[in-house]
């Protein structure tokens, strides 16, 4: 048996994209089977599911293209446009949600065979329970944005999927059948803000924004422990591009320092921030003491 941690993440967004197409079938039979608007709204976000796990697919190749001319910085952030698309996907897809929940508020209709439809929706949520916390683990792991917004998407899914049951089961026995898109609104809301959310993550990758507070205490001490005989650190900057960690800062040392000893201090610093990030470009301007600014220093 293949373990699915060992796949790279484009054969995990490829494999994301025929799951989505089978969660689709099941939910589609759901909603043919109870003719239930909430059970509707719920396979129709799962169009959403494969048309981004499609980009995903798509950025992940793209952004795995090594360094060229054009691109001398890689093209890691094209993860970011996937979760980007991603997020719109899913704003649109909450709309149309709330639009067949207004339909079926305006004309309520019966709803067929209701247990059975929700017996087939549920196997439908098992499905993408799983795999998302496999994509979350995996986006993690590997540090990649558009695995990462895929997953947390799925697992939306998943919250949608368990909403639309209770209420379901709560048109069903109390014969309220308004219930069905009133649920199905409550759905749209909560994918609306699942969307946004990640609208707004997508846009700080892209912005270049700050890194958590977690992974600088992580690099600060990579820096600290192994500056060696150097004076100070400061102007230390970092940003994240997909699975790629962009650091810089200015090492201060002794002006009697040789170049040679210097370069031994940076090699070392170096190769303990990729220790702790992974991949990372690094970049290290080496001043004299008597040449430093001593600004937004570093604790050595």
């Given at each position: 048996m293949i373990e699915l941690s060992?796949?790279?993440?484009?054969?995990?967004?490829?494999?994301?994209?025929?799951?989505?197409?089978v969660v689709f079938a099941i939910k589609l039979l759901a909603w043919?089977?109870?003719?239930?608007?909430?059970?509707y709204s719920d396979a129709l976000e799962s169009t959403v599911n494969i048309g981004a796990a499609m980009?995903?697919?798509?950025a992940i190749r793209w952004s795995r293209q090594p360094d060229d001319d054009d691109h001398p910085y890689g093209h890691h952030k094209a993860e970011y446009l996937s979760a980007v698309l991603e997020a719109a996907l899913i704003l649109i897809a909450a709309l149309m949600i709330f639009r067949e929940a207004f339909s079926a508020l305006v004309d309520p209709h019966p709803i067929d065979a209701p247990w059975l439809g929700l017996a087939i929706?549920?196997?439908?949520?098992?499905?993408?329970?799983?795999?998302?916390m496999i994509l979350i683990g995996h986006g993690r792991r590997e540090r990649s944005p558009a695995l990462l917004a895929d997953g947390r998407h799925i697992m939306a899914d998943v919250v949608t999927s368990a909403g639309v049951a209770v209420g379901l089961a709560l048109a069903v026995l109390t014969?309220?059948?308004?219930?069905?898109p009133i649920l199905?609104?409550?759905v749209a809301v909560h994918v609306l803000r699942s969307g946004w959310q990640l609208m707004g993550e997508s846009v700080s990758g892209l912005m270049d924004a700050a890194p958590p507070e977690e992974e600088l205490v992580r690099i600060r001490?990579?820096?600290?422990?192994?500056?060696?005989?150097?004076?100070?650190?400061?102007?230390?900057r970092t940003r994240n591009a997909g699975r790629r960690t962009f650091v810089d800062f200015h090492l201060v040392v002794p002006g009697h320092m040789s170049v040679a000893d210097a370069h031994v201090i940076c090699d070392r610093i170096e190769a303990a921030i990729r220790r702790?990030?992974?991949?990372?470009?690094?970049?290290?301007?080496?001043?004299p003491q008597h040449k430093a600014k001593h600004d937004n220093v570093v604790t050595i």
């Open positions: 060992r796949l790279n993440t484009a054969t995990m967004a490829a494999i994301s994209i025929a799951v989505g197409l043919g089977v109870t003719g239930s608007v909430a059970l980009a995903a697919f798509i929706n549920l196997s439908a949520g098992v499905i993408n329970g799983v795999w998302a014969g309220w059948t308004i219930f069905d199905a609104a409550v001490k990579a820096i600290t422990e192994n500056s060696g005989d150097a004076l100070e650190a400061h102007d230390l702790e990030m992974g991949e990372s470009v690094i970049s290290i301007h080496v001043e």
